[in-house]
């Protein structure tokens, strides 16, 4: 069965970073793209950033030059790098892997850009 699990979220100031993780277990991690979305109160959930088996990425234009999406295949691992953080970058994040089966989602983990 496969498992999404998001780890990193927080309350942080303008101006900060954090930095945002998940970890897959129970498929071939390394073959498949792995994405961020997020979704704001009263919005609909959007991309911010994918990341594709060979490690190109791509990028929402309100994240490009402040946010940065890697990944690391040992360890099943992708990271979402978040710096210069503005208060519209506050939402639920959510990692997503689509596989040849399904799309599987983890829980989500908040992310608060507030003074």
């Known amino acids: 069965q496969v498992q999404v699990v998001e780890l990193g979220g927080g309350l942080v100031q303008p101006g900060g970073s954090l930095r945002l993780s998940c970890v897959v277990s129970?498929?071939?991690?390394?073959?498949?793209?792995m994405a961020w979305y997020r979704q704001a109160p009263g919005k609909q959930r959007e991309l911010v950033a994918n990341?594709?088996?060979?490690?190109?990425?791509n990028y929402a234009d309100s994240v490009k030059g402040r946010f940065t999406i890697s990944r690391d295949n040992a360890k099943d691992t992708v990271y979402l790098q978040m710096d210069n953080l503005k208060p519209e970058d506050t939402a639920v994040y959510y990692c997503?892997?689509?596989?040849?089966?399904?799309?599987?989602w983890g829980q989500g983990t908040q992310v608060t850009v507030s003074s």
């Open positions: 129970g498929t071939r991690f390394s073959i498949y793209a």
């Open positions: 997503n892997i689509g596989t040849i089966f399904s799309n599987y």
């Open positions: 990341i594709n088996s060979g490690g190109s990425t």
